[in-house]
């Protein structure tokens, strides 16, 4: 099954892993600083430096260099970083568990409430709870994601108080169980909303056009004739059938939804990958950098895969073989 | 059980339906055929309470006015009362569920029955419709055009409702599939008694599957009453033109359109623009709805008028008589031909008409008028003209063609010079002739056969008569010319509704233009009917012969004036009391020679021979 698309997702991973290999060596200067951070050219002395180009490969030919970086990630190793003073993998999977929560509650979050606004939206078209939604959507549309970080930082943390200002649990707290996780969403609550504020007009605008489309089309006429309550009609008629596009989107959703979260765990000091992306390039941390760029290249993909499995679940045109078909 | 009072539909300031009164009772089958765009799925949803624009006027079933019940009511009688097969086009059905999903999906939505019942019930109604059982899980986009309209109609029973409304349930099908679903519907609806609302622009379709039949234009009922007899008469103009541009395997005459396009009016008749016998009133008022004659019509002239009428006309020459006591009714825009051998009294009958010959007696009727035999003055000209078989010596060779067809202004005094080379021009190139100087000038001689004779129509169409009698006008011509007049003679007959008389001996071509035939013998019409009944279905013997002797491409010799028992034959010759074929009618019998048969009605012909009663009994 699916083999056409799952050579497609083995060839986007394989030009990643040759980007992430190939770009730290083509970049000027010395290539060890670019594989392993300028912090590393502190404790420089000859004898790690030799040992570094021998680890690496850097004194023998391309080929034999990415086999030594082929063997190294699949053992796990994607470097160490000086800064840290761990290896790459140990300090990006410290961080990731916090981007996978933010990122795909905000994910689920924004797809779910843009979906049902859309729906309620593109059901009461020109009616006046429809026109404020759109207005209020197209001007929150106008915001970088940022902006809406701040502000809600501003108003729920600085001035009311209401919510933790940084970080993503109170730290040395020694909370547990319960307890802990309910820490937890606290801190989560406004890096969520802002992620989520700002992923909702798009998907929102294209779900309230699907629908309006949608509801023209004849099944919905001989749904309404059957005597059908006017929610099955929207939701699992006309709505059913508007959510296909963007399922789509979802997948493409993914990649953006990343770059705002870099923004979003800057702000709320969200101990993220994006956050960890953020310092590292500050600290011209190379090896953290490529190693948090791999992972969630990874992950993107996956994510992708995921959403074009879902697709054939919910749309019985799109056979099992993953194409279309014509009828 | 449906009644339906002054409906009226708008979309915005686009009135779609004006007026609609229709009654159903129980168990009837009603079909509303009409064009695109008439308003009949519009007058479909809004029964169903789900029409977009505004609603006026009543819809009354039993007793319940639909267009004022709000819609949580309107919610119970769909699919329970009344439910619909719609138009199986793209996505009719939902795309995301199966055959099965979809047809129970009603049953639990109106709580008849639980989930387990209603899968239960669609599957006895998607067998009952004839669905493959592995169709049952498939989704809509791996179902043929076919099943999907078996769905379509099982969906629609799954509630098991007392009305259907079947949205033009056949379109989009093939031949064989449609076959099967209009049986299909049929015995379902024979079988449940249900009452049947057809929107259908398929008279086929609508002929086998309803008893009464309204004809809808442009929002409005232009005609109403049984379904037989509407198609095999129709009244209204425009029912004969959905008559006449339907391929149907009985047809015979070239298919002919309707003029113009619809467009939707507020006062007038509707179909006044395009209606080729509408006059003043037409437009300034919209004609009721009214009984004449066992159905309704909605025309100011009460249907499609007789132009000419022919009563009891004799003409005899010394004491033969070469016309006896012939009855004729042509109507406006239709052709009737006159077919018959040689010497039957076709030509006769037309310079009768024309004012050539003079009646010995009986009378004729022009639009309703009784005209004298001295009464023929210019106005009677304007009205009818002739074109003539030999088209090189009907027109003088003195005049060019300019002359020629100008001839008929100038005896009228209508226009001054330019307006009538004007004219010329025009109907020069109506019947697609050039209208350059150097052809203007051209005398008959100069020409070809076919411009001769395309000269001679223009000449008689220049003054726009009603009437058209066309003795032979093709006979001159070869087979190429000849299929050009007669396209010609067709596509001006849609045109402007001419009616035509057309004379001729051959059938095969009679039968092409002609709606109605009428056979001469001697004199006398013995059968006249509906051209496609009297060449499928001939009555008389003479007129078998005739079509036998048509023709064909066979290389089969017809054999016709087959073998007359030589004693019989012998014994009457000469007395001419009886039939005038009864010595050359295979089926001739003694008394043929003796009694005269007089025309009577037999099924749509009339037909004039003493053996029919034998023959009809045994068929019956």
């Given at each position: 099954m699916k083999t056409a698309k799952i050579s497609t997702y083995a060839i986007a991973f394989l030009i990643i892993l040759s980007l992430n290999f190939l770009l730290p060596r083509m970049m000027p200067g010395d290539p060890l600083t670019a594989i392993c951070g300028e912090e590393a050219l502190i404790e420089m002395t000859p004898e790690l430096r030799t040992e570094l180009m021998h680890r690496f490969a850097l004194d023998e030919p391309l080929g034999k260099q990415f086999f030594v970086y082929l063997t190294g990630i699949v053992r796990g190793d994607f470097g160490y970083s000086y800064y840290y003073n761990a290896p790459v993998l140990e300090v990006v999977l410290e961080a990731l568990p916090w981007t996978l929560l933010l990122l795909g509650s905000s994910l689920i979050l924004s797809t779910l409430l843009s979906i049902i606004m859309g729906i309620e939206s593109g059901w009461r078209r020109g009616r006046n709870s429809d026109k404020s939604l759109l207005t209020a959507t197209m001007i929150m549309n106008g915001f970088p994601n940022f902006f809406i970080g701040i502000v809600l930082l501003l108003l729920f943390g600085v001035y009311l108080g209401f919510l933790p200002l940084q970080g993503a649990k109170t730290p040395y707290s020694g909370l547990s169980g319960l307890n802990l996780m309910l820490d937890?969403?606290?801190?989560?609550?406004?890096?969520?909303?802002?992620?989520?504020?700002?992923?909702?007009?798009?998907?929102?605008?294209?779900?309230?056009?699907?629908?309006?489309?949608?509801?023209?089309?004849?099944?919905?006429?001989t749904a309404k004739a059957k005597g059908l309550s006017e929610a099955s009609v929207r939701y699992k008629h006309a709505g059913r059938n508007a959510i296909l596009p963007i399922v789509t989107t979802t997948g493409v959703r993914v990649g953006i939804i990343v770059t705002g979260a870099l923004f979003i765990e800057m702000i709320f000091s969200y101990p993220g990958v994006g956050l960890l992306i953020y310092n590292s390039l500050l600290m011209r941390d190379y090896p953290i950098l490529q190693g948090a760029f791999f992972i969630v290249t990874v992950f993107v993909i996956v994510a992708n895969f995921v959403v074009d499995s879902l697709y054939t679940k919910i749309d019985p045109r799109i056979g099992i073989d993953g194409v279309e078909h014509a009828h | 059980m449906l009644e339906?009072?002054?409906?009226?539909?708008?979309?915005?300031?686009r009135r779609i339906l004006h007026g609609i009164d229709l009654t159903l009772k129980r168990g009837e089958s009603l079909s509303i055929v009409g064009e695109s765009g008439g308003g009949k799925t519009t007058l479909g949803l809004s029964i169903m309470g789900l029409v977009e624009g505004t609603v006026r006027g009543e819809i009354l079933f039993d007793g319940k006015n639909l267009a004022l019940l709000p819609e949580k009511e309107l919610r119970k009688i769909r699919w329970n009362r009344i439910a619909m097969v719609f138009q199986n086009v793209e996505n009719a059905l939902n795309p995301l569920y199966t055959a099965r999903e979809q047809v129970s999906e009603p049953i639990v939505a109106h709580k008849i029955g639980n989930r387990d019942e209603a899968k239960k019930r669609a599957e006895e109604l998607l067998n009952m419709v004839n669905l493959r059982e592995e169709r049952f899980y498939a989704y809509p986009h791996q179902l043929s055009g076919g099943?999907?309209?078996?769905?379509?109609?099982?969906?629609?029973?799954?509630?098991?409702?007392?009305?259907?409304?079947?949205?033009?349930?056949?379109?989009?099908?093939?031949?064989?599939?449609?076959a099967e679903i209009i049986s299909l519907i049929r015995n379902v609806c024979n079988k449940r008694e249900l009452t049947i609302l057809l929107l259908t622009h398929d008279l086929s379709a609508a002929s086998m599957l309803s008893d009464t039949m309204a004809v809808l234009y442009a929002g409005r009922i232009l005609e109403f009453g049984s379904t037989s007899a509407l198609l095999?008469?129709?009244?209204?103009?425009?029912?004969?033109?959905?008559?006449?541009?339907?391929?149907?395997?009985?047809?015979?005459?070239?298919?002919?359109g309707i003029r113009g396009r619809m467009e939707f009016f507020d006062n007038g008749c509707p179909f006044y623009p395009r209606c080729t016998q509408s006059v003043g009133i037409c437009r300034e008022e919209t004609p009721r709805l009214e009984e004449n004659d066992g159905r309704f019509i909605a025309c100011h002239r009460g249907g499609i008028i007789p132009l000419l009428v022919v009563r009891n006309m004799s003409k005899s020459f010394n004491s033969s008589k070469a016309v006896d006591s012939i009855d004729l009714t042509l109507y406006e825009g239709e052709t009737l031909a006159l077919v018959g051998e040689t010497g039957s009294g076709k030509t006769t009958t037309a310079k009768i008409i024309i004012g050539l010959f003079e009646a010995t007696e009986g009378q004729i009727f022009l639009e309703g008028k009784r005209i004298l035999d001295h009464g023929r003055d210019k106005n009677f000209y304007r009205t009818v003209q002739m074109v003539f078989q030999n088209p090189m010596e009907s027109l003088s060779h003195r005049l060019s063609v300019l002359e020629s067809v100008r001839e008929p202004l100038d005896i009228q005094k209508l226009g001054d010079r330019a307006q009538r080379e004007n004219r010329v021009r025009r109907i020069l190139g109506e019947v697609e002739l050039p209208s350059t100087p150097t052809f203007l000038n051209k005398y008959p001689h100069q020409l070809s056969q076919g411009e001769t004779q395309r000269v001679a129509i223009a000449r008689a169409l220049i003054l726009n008569p009603k009437l058209l009698i066309a003795d032979e006008p093709t006979s001159a011509l070869d087979a190429s010319t000849q299929a050009k007049v007669v396209k010609l003679l067709l596509n001006l007959q849609e045109k402007r509704g001419i009616s035509m008389l057309f004379i001729t001996h051959n059938l095969a071509l009679a039968r092409k233009i002609s709606d109605r035939l009428a056979v001469m013998l001697r004199g006398n019409i013995v059968e006249e009917g509906p051209s496609n009944e009297i060449v499928s279905n001939p009555l008389h013997p003479y007129t078998e012969d005739l079509l036998k002797a048509a023709p064909t491409l066979s290389s089969n010799v017809p054999v016709v004036h087959a073998s007359v028992p030589?004693?019989?034959?012998?014994?009457?010759?000469?007395t001419g009391t009886g039939c005038h074929y009864a010595s050359r009618c295979i089926k001739g019998t003694e008394v043929c020679f003796n009694e005269k048969p007089r025309l009577r009605i037999c099924s749509s012909h009339k037909v004039a021979c003493l053996n029919l009663n034998l023959k009809t009994e045994n068929e019956e």
């Open positions: 937890i969403a606290r801190h989560l609550v406004l890096p969520l909303t802002a992620l989520t504020l700002s992923q909702i007009p798009s998907s929102y605008l294209l779900m309230r056009n699907t629908m309006i489309t949608t509801l023209k089309e004849p099944f919905v006429l | 339906i009072k002054g409906l009226e539909v708008n979309y915005g300031k099943e999907k309209q078996r769905v379509l109609i099982a969906m629609a029973l799954a509630n098991d409702p007392d009305l259907i409304i079947l949205d033009e349930p056949t379109t989009a099908l093939d031949a064989l599939t449609k095999s008469n129709p009244r209204h103009p425009y029912t004969r033109g959905l008559l006449r541009c339907y391929p149907s395997m009985t047809t015979t005459k070239d298919l002919q030589e004693v019989i034959s012998k014994k009457n010759e000469g």
